[in-house]
Structure formats: structure tokens, C-alpha cells
């Protein structure tokens, strides 16, 4: 099968670009091909996109390519959509594909306004698919639901993602991120006593809780990962918000605690390597209304060996996880001390205990999170096949209201004036 991955060119991909990476790499074991490109609404014929210096380059698995947490790819080839005749180009290149995946799913809210036509870009006849990767869909881009006739099926990477796609008019499943599977990680026992957050710092991911826990720990080191608006706000003088007023400063004078910028991945598989936990502080009180949002951190720790600690409140996902067998969960409203207490326990835990939530976890990521049943769980997706973690093929259906949001946001309405 050849298979086209499309992304709209956007500000921050995160955990998007290693979902993509790892993707392509179960599609390739797999025995399919698959090619990557980026969509932007300039009106330019096909270029290549330069390559960048920032931190946190790693090499794709593309041949020729770079990637990066923050800003995506470089050496990818970006196509444009900014009126028909591009459009009709695009379409004329995608044809030649067996499966279309739609990685970022529809141009953000803000842009579409500048290309009126851009749901022609889904006119063909080529399988499509989508990959919903947060709980917005229904919040931020209710306008996937304008092009969904052309989808065979979105799929859902968590619980709070698929709890949203109940709103979609057309097939979804829970189809998680994509995992590899290293077989081989340092003993728990060779294992310094370091706890290791590395995250993009975005305001849902509350690294202030990680800075704020640094000054409390006695007995362990904290090693922050990853970079993002946040963590310029707290360090800046001009910009810092009251929030996070000296809390920088406090984590630096404490000694406990290292910045060590975005990491490429073989680097940051070398932290982890070297660290016995991982901690996670991300929450969010919208995703959690509709499930779980566990991020691909938690199984990052797993393959390293690590025992994740995360909010209690992102793991509730009935029949695979379980506080104290799959992970140390911290409960909410817990104090920053008492955080700062369950992390320094988990450092601490003994060999066969760590060992046994590494294990839980482990058999999670063979079962469903590898990289290879995820490539296939996609491809059955796309052929309306049972797929995914509950191995079914769900049928959303839009409210009323979800129509008439909708429709607010293709008349040029704003996220803020939605009706859900």
C-alpha cells in the first residue's frame, strides 16, 4: 500500500511529529510505503522546506529529512492550497496513493478565511482518513464535521479525543499513538535517582508544578525536559505573569532541579535511560469532563524502564490502567509538598515493584500501543474494519448544536463565539 501522510503547516507540533515518525516506521515493518507532506495556504508552487538549527533537531526516519518537536520537519516537501488551481494539483498528486492520512485534520479555525475553497482539498476519490490528537474537536474545529463525507473514519489517540468524536458524523475508533519497543534499558537498580520531565510547556501541561516541586525534594534530582511559551513567561523579567512570579528562581537556588532545553530524541532516550521516573503534571479540567488524555510520555517510560507518575485524573480509562499497577497516580488537588513526596517514594520504590508497573506497561504497549498495530488498526480504519484499543468501529453523530457550531465557524466566527 502507498500511503500519503498530510499536515497543515502549524505553530507547534509537539508530540505530533514523533506520533508521524513512529507511524511511518510501522507502515515501512509493515510493508507499505508512505510519503509525508505539509500544506500551507500560501499560493507557492511545491517547495522544499529548509531545514532548522533549532534545539531538539533529530534525524527522520526519512530519508533526508530532519524533525523537531516544535516546528515539525525540514527537507519535507509543503504544497500549497491557496486557491482551486493548487487545490486541483494537490488532488492530481494524491491520486497516485492507496490511503490518504490527514495528520493534522483540517486548517485551524483562523485560517480559514484566507482559502474559501479548502475543503476541496477532500474531493477525491482516493481513502481518507483523519487522526483527532487532543479533546477540541468539537470546541476548535467543529469544521472536520464539514468534510467528513469524503473521511472513511476518524481516529481518536485517547480517551477525551475519542469522548469528542462522538460529535463526528462518520466513522471513529480509539486508535492510540504510536509506540516502539526497545528491548533492552538499564536495570531499575542502575537507574540514578532522577525524576525526568521533559514536555512541551504548554498551559495545560502545568510544568509550573514541576518547577515549583524542585525546591521540595531532598533525596532525587529533577531533570526539565522540552521548551514552550511557559517556560519563557516564568523566565522572563518584562512578561512574567504573578502565577509564576520567582518560582524560576526558586527551582535554580534549590539546586534540585536542571533545564536542559528540547532534546533530541537519542538524547532524551539517554535521560531516560539514566532516570527512574518520569514525571508527567499535565491536566485539564475540559478533557477530563469527556476522558482520559494520557500523553506519549507515560509510554516513553515504559520503554525506558521508568515508572511514570502522573494526575490521577488523566489515567481513567476503565480496563487499562490502574493506580499502582500501570502507574503511580497523584491525586487532585494534591499539594505541591505532597507531590514532591509521591515523586521522592517512586525514586525510592524497590526493584520488583518498579519492575512489575514497567512490565504492566510494557504489555500494554505489545497489545496496543506498538507502532505496528496502530499502522494497521489505521489501515482498517480506512477499510471500515473493527480497529483500534476497543477493537469496534464507532458511528458519531453531530447535535444540533454541533451543527450550528459548525456552521459559526465556516461563516468566519471565532472559537469563543461557539454554541457548545
Known sequence: MKILICLYSINNYGGITTYVEELHRGFRHLGH???LMLLSETDRKPYTKRHSKRPGN??????????????GWGGVPVWSYANLDRIKEFRRHAKQYDLVIWGVPVPSWSKLHLVPNWASLYKMDVPQIAIIHDGNFRYLYPHLNHVAPYLKGAACVHGAAYASA?????NYALI???????????????KRKLIAAAHMWKGWKHMEVAVKVAPHLTRSRLILGGDGIERRYMCSPTKCPPKYEGIWSAMEESGRAKFVDILPQPELWELYDRSRVMFDPSFSKNYNKMGAHFNRS???AYNAGMVPVVMEQNMQLPGLFKNGRTHIGIPEGSSIKKIARILEDAVRMDSESANQIVNAGRALIKKHFYRDVVAQGLINLSEGEPCGLFN???VGSPSKRMKLATKVILEGGRPKDRVL
Open 33 to 35: 510505503t508512505a510519503d
Open 58 to 71: 533529530f534525524k527522520s526516519s526519512w530519508e533526508g529529512y530532519s524533525a523537531n518537536p516544535d516546528i
Open 166 to 170: 462522538e460529535m463526528f458524523d462518520g
Open 176 to 190: 492510540p499513538n504510536p509506540h516502539p519497543w526497545r528491548r533492552e534499558f538499564p536495570d531499575w537498580d542502575e
Open 298 to 300: 507515560v509510554f516513553e
Open 392 to 394: 469496534q468501529l464507532d
